[in-house]
C-alpha cells in the first residue's frame, strides 16, 4: 500500500490519554509514527488543519439487509452509508432472510465486506437457529468463524432457560450475549410508546415495563453465570437505573443507545409518523433524560445507529402495520455533536469514547486507539461544521429518517480504512485548497 500521512489534525485518542496537534503517518495499514511535523515518502498527504483526527467509529448494531432485504439495503449500500458516517467497522445483525446462524454465512459476510473495500464487518451471529427461540445454533464454530457477539436480534431469547445456555457457552468463549429486551406478552400489537400519543393515534402502545422485566430477568442470569450482557437500544429510564445498579453490583453489563432514543420522544411519531416508530418506541422527555444522564455517568457505554433500513413502500403503511425501524449511519455523529457536545453534556472526548473505544471492547476486537501499530482505522471530523442532512442524498439505499432535511453542528470529513481513504477525497481536496480553518 501506498503511505498516507494526515498533518497538522488536531489527533485525539482517549484511550491513550491523548489530545494534540499531531502529524500520523500510515504504512501498510498501520500507524508508524505520531510527530509534531513528519516528512513522508512518495504517497498521499492530507491536510487535516481545523480537523480531529479520531480513531475510527465502530457501529455494533446494524441491519444490512443482505442477502433477502436488498430491496431495503445492500451489503454494498449499508457500508457505502456506514463509512460516510465515520464507521470503519460496524456489527450486522443476523435477521437476514435466511438467518445468519450458520458459519459459512459468517464468513460470507465478511469475505463479501472484503472485497468492497468500504468499512469492515464484524458479523452478529444467532443465538438459535432461525432465530426461532428454539434450538441452540452451534455458538462456538460461529465464534470460530468470525462472530463478535451473539443475538436474536429483534426478538429477545425467548426463555431463561435459554439465556443461561447461552452464557454457559459464551462466557468461555469470552463473547457477549446481545439481547434485545422485550416481554411480547406486554408489547405484542403496539405501534408506539403506550400513553397519550398512542391514545390520540387510536394505536396499541408498548408499555416501558416489557423492556424493563425482560431487562431484569437477564441481568439475574447474567450476575449468576459471570457472564457478559449487553443491552441493546436502552430507552427507558428505570432501564438505565437498572443498568446502573447493577454494574455497581459486579454484574458485568454494558449497554448502547440510540440517537433517535436520546434526541427525540414519542411525540415525534405525531410530526414523522411511521419514519419516528421503532422498537423500542420513542419514550417519554424523563426517559430522553434518563439516557442522557445515562451517556454522561458512563451507565451508557456506546452510541450504536440501530441502522434499520425499510423500502419506501414498507414504510408507506399505515403507522399500525408499518415495520419498526429507521435509518442512522449518516446522521449518527451529526446528532451527537449537536446534541450531546454542543449542548455541554458531554466531551467531544467522551463522544469518541462512546462511539470507537467503548465499542471496540465490548466486542473485543482491534480498533479505538491512535498510536504506533494500531491499524489505520480513522475518522476526520468537523466539529463545527454546520449541514442539513438530506436523506435523498444519502448513501443507503433507504430514506425512513425522521432527521431529514434537520440542520446539524459536526461533520465526518474523511473515513480511512486500512490506511486507504475511503469517503472524503472531494471534501479533503476542497478543504486543502482552501487552506482549512486552524482557528476553529
Not at 428454539?134 to 468470525?146: I, N, R, S, Y
Not at 409518523?273 to 426517559?287: E, I, Q
Request: aromatic letters at 4%; proline letters at 7%; charged letters at 20%.
Amino acid at each position: 500500500m501506498p503511505s498516507l500521512l494526515i498533518q497538522h489534525g488536531r489527533v485525539i485518542s482517549p484511550a491513550d490519554a491523548l489530545d494534540a496537534q499531531l502529524d500520523v503517518l500510515v504504512e501498510d495499514g498501520v500507524i508508524r509514527a505520531l510527530a509534531p511535523a513528519l516528512s513522508a515518502p512518495a504517497g498521499e498527504i492530507i491536510d487535516a488543519r481545523g480537523l480531529v483526527v479520531s480513531p475510527g467509529f465502530i457501529d455494533i448494531h446494524v441491519h444490512l439487509r443482505e442477502p433477502g432485504g436488498e430491496a431495503s439495503e445492500t451489503l454494498e449500500t449499508g457500508l457505502a452509508a456506514a463509512v460516510a458516517g465515520g464507521f470503519t467497522a460496524v456489527c450486522p445483525m443476523p435477521n437476514t432472510r435466511p438467518v445468519n446462524d450458520r458459519p459459512e454465512s459468517i464468513r460470507w459476510q465478511i469475505e463479501r465486506a472484503r472485497e468492497m473495500s468500504l468499512a469492515r464487518v464484524y458479523p452478529v451471529a444467532a443465538v438459535t437457529l432461525g432465530s426461532e427461540g428454539e434450538t441452540l445454533a452451534d455458538l462456538p464454530a460461529l465464534a470460530a468463524a468470525g462472530a463478535v457477539a451473539f443475538s436474536d436480534d429483534g426478538r429477545p431469547v425467548k426463555t431463561a432457560g435459554l439465556v443461561r445456555a447461552v452464557f454457559e457457552v459464551a462466557d468461555d468463549l469470552n463473547v457477549p450475549l446481545i439481547d434485545h429486551c422485550e416481554d411480547s406478552s406486554l408489547s405484542a400489537g403496539g405501534a408506539v410508546n403506550a400513553g397519550p400519543v398512542a391514545e390520540h393515534l387510536g394505536v396499541r402502545g408498548i408499555p416501558a415495563t416489557s423492556e424493563e422485566v425482560c431487562l431484569v430477568r437477564d441481568l439475574v442470569l447474567a450476575a449468576e453465570a459471570g457472564a457478559h450482557l449487553h443491552v441493546a437500544h436502552i430507552s427507558t429510564a428505570r432501564s438505565v437505573d437498572m443498568v446502573r445498579a447493577a454494574r455497581a453490583r459486579g454484574v458485568r453489563v454494558t449497554a448502547e443507545v440510540t440517537p433517535h432514543h436520546f434526541v427525540l420522544t414519542d411525540e415525534a411519531v405525531l410530526r414523522y409518523g411511521t419514519a419516528a416508530k421503532m422498537n423500542p418506541p420513542l419514550r417519554t422527555s424523563d426517559d430522553v433524560e434518563a439516557t442522557l444522564r445515562g451517556l454522561a455517568d458512563g451507565t451508557i457505554d456506546a452510541i450504536a445507529t440501530d441502522h434499520a433500513p425499510h423500502a419506501p413502500e414498507l414504510k408507506a403503511r399505515p403507522l399500525a402495520d408499518a415495520p419498526f425501524g429507521v435509518i442512522g449511519l449518516e446522521t449518527a455523529f451529526g446528532l451527537a455533536m449537536t446534541h450531546l457536545v454542543h449542548t455541554g453534556r458531554i466531551s467531544l472526548s467522551k463522544l469518541i469514547r462512546l462511539l470507537s473505544v467503548n465499542p471496540a471492547g465490548i466486542i473485543g476486537r482491534p480498533g479505538g486507539r491512535v498510536r504506533v501499530e494500531a491499524p489505520a482505522d480513522l475518522t476526520l471530523l468537523d466539529p463545527d461544521r454546520e449541514w442539513t442532512y438530506s436523506a435523498s442524498a444519502g448513501r443507503s439505499k433507504s430514506r425512513n429518517s425522521p432527521f431529514d432535511g434537520w440542520k446539524l453542528k459536526g461533520a465526518v470529513a474523511a473515513t480511512v480504512v486500512e490506511g486507504r481513504v475511503v469517503y472524503g477525497a472531494d471534501f479533503l481536496s476542497c478543504h486543502a485548497r482552501e487552506g482549512g480553518n486552524p482557528d476553529r
